[in-house]
């Protein structure tokens, strides 16, 4: 009785096995292969955005309040220039054109002032912005790997 | 072309190596789209459905628990993505009612099935597996072709152990009824 039904079953697994013709394009795996590649290197590109924005930010903080510490604090009196001590009153009286210059611009702004410290700021965001776009755009097309 | 066991390309794509995937693709693309076509029988869809059912696992393979088979794995995903993506359309088939086999034996069924040419054998079939309603031509795909074990297409379809059994006892009763049917009709034309 088992022989029996293990034979008809044979049968029916030889029918089904003839019977097969369900099979995928040619180029199936050639298509998933390529998506798989193209995520790798979407990501690898991402990764690398991320992380080159993340130091360059950091590496350009630092530098400024360096740079600028570095200024106001250290004596340049040894040089024998006219130069003495930068205080924030004398960046006042060096800038009073740039400062016309925003008030004018800044029309409706015109009443309020901008302290020396603000003018600095806005300039150093604005260079950092163009210095960014500049360097992404000699950096993006390339392939990185870290 | 011999195919190394899962495993060893697994642990390959999870050591970087992306191009042994290709590897685990071209073994189960066959079973892989004869699934997604048993549950949406839309070649184009079924293509679909496998594509991004691979991609699916690529996505996941760090989840795989190496335990089990990577191949009932993959296809649980891919039954799971085309049951989710089918479309709710109600598919016109002659449904083959429960007919009890009485007028002829299975073993008559069989010696009738092997007096027809072997092309004449595989339109027959293929007209039954088509007339089975869609997760029925699955587990006979599964069973039969795939060779699968019980506990496997219980794994990848969700259905207990003693559901696929008695599901696989019915499917096999209704292809036999559907066997001797054409075979009935060829007759009469003849």
Do not use: G, M, T
């Given at each position: 009785m088992?022989?029996?039904?293990?034979?008809?079953?044979?049968?029916?697994?030889n029918l089904i096995k003839k019977s097969t013709n369900e099979k995928p394009s040619i180029d199936f795996t050639e298509k998933i292969m390529q998506k798989i590649e193209a995520g790798i290197e979407t990501e690898s590109i991402?990764?690398?955005?991320?992380?080159?924005q993340k130091w360059w930010w950091l590496l350009v903080v630092i530098s400024t309040v360096t740079l600028f510490s570095f200024l106001l604090m250290f004596d340049w009196s040894f040089l024998n220039f006219q130069i003495e001590k930068p205080n924030l009153d004398q960046i006042n009286t060096i800038i009073p054109d740039i400062q016309k210059f925003f008030q004018s611009v800044m029309g409706l702004l015109s009443n309020l002032k901008f302290s020396s410290i603000s003018i600095i700021i806005l300039g150093t965001i604005i260079m950092l912005v163009f210095i960014d776009k500049f360097i992404k755009r000699y950096s993006v097309d390339k392939k990185y790997v870290f | 072309m011999k195919y190394k066991k899962d495993i060893y390309y697994v642990e390959k794509v999870l050591n970087g190596d992306t191009s042994a995937f290709a590897y685990l693709v071209n073994k189960h693309k066959e079973m892989a789209?004869?699934?997604?076509?048993?549950?949406?029988?839309?070649?184009?869809?079924?293509?679909?459905?496998?594509?991004?059912?691979?991609l699916k696992a690529y996505q996941a393979i760090e989840k795989f628990k190496k335990e089990a088979k990577f191949s009932t794995w993959l296809y649980r995903i891919i039954y799971n993505t085309a049951i989710s993506k089918t479309r709710k359309k109600k598919i016109e088939f002659s449904a083959i009612e429960d007919q009890i086999i009485n007028n002829y034996s299975i073993d008559e069924i069989v010696e009738n099935v092997n007096q027809l040419s072997d092309e004449e054998q595989k339109i027959q079939i293929d007209n039954a597996i088509e007339k089975l309603e869609e997760k029925d031509s699955l587990l006979i795909k599964l069973f039969y072709l795939n060779e699968s074990t019980i506990d496997e297409i219980s794994e990848i379809t969700g259905l207990t152990n003693s559901n696929v059994k008695v599901k696989l006892h019915r499917i096999r009763k209704k292809i036999y009824v559907e066997l001797q049917n054409s075979f009935q009709t060829e007759l009469n034309v003849v």
């Open positions: 088992e022989k029996d039904i293990n034979n008809r079953d044979d049968c029916l697994k991402e990764n690398y955005e991320k992380s080159y | 789209f004869i699934i997604a076509n048993r549950i949406v029988r839309n070649k184009e869809d079924a293509e679909e459905i496998a594509q991004d059912s691979f």
